[in-house]
Nanobody, 126 residues
Framework: QVQLVESGGGLVQAGGSLRLSCAAS????????MAWFRQAPGKEREFVAA????????YYTTSVEGRFTISRDNAKNTVYLQMNSLKSDDTAVYYC???????????????????WGRGTQVTVSS
């Protein structure tokens, strides 16, 4: 089991940027596919972005494509989510998730990830 801790959330004006980090401990992150999910108040958790174990492939939900970038630094055991051109609709708690695999495919279902962080709040003011 890998432990995940998110950071970097906060309050930002619409159009602004934030970079979220997800620091892993307990296992080498290089054995895991990673993803970011988010949950807004009163809504179900939704997939945001995914990255393969070596960073070779990434995938985004349509609403964030072109604005968000997922990346990873396996040497630092950390995954990032750079969020630009933020909108009020991006307000949510953001979670990182890990799936133990070295497959070259990405996964977008929450049920496909076995380890989760506790989340970090992102609030975008309009």
């Amino acid at each position: 089991q890998v432990q995940l801790v998110e950071s970097g959330g906060g309050l930002v004006q619409a159009g602004g940027s934030l970079r979220l980090s997800c620091a892993a401990s307990g296992r080498a992150l290089s054995n895991y596919a990673m993803a970011w999910f988010r949950q807004a108040p009163g809504k179900e958790r939704e997939f945001v972005a995914a990255i393969t174990w070596n960073g070779g492939s990434t995938y985004y939900t349509t609403s964030v494509e072109g604005r968000f970038t997922i990346s990873r630094d396996n040497a630092k055991n950390t995954v990032y989510l750079q969020m630009n051109s933020l909108k009020s609709d991006d307000t949510a708690v953001y979670y990182c998730a890990a799936r133990l695999t070295r497959s070259d495919r990405w996964y977008r279902g929450g049920y496909e990830y076995g380890d989760w962080g506790r989340g970090t709040q992102v609030t975008v003011s309009s």
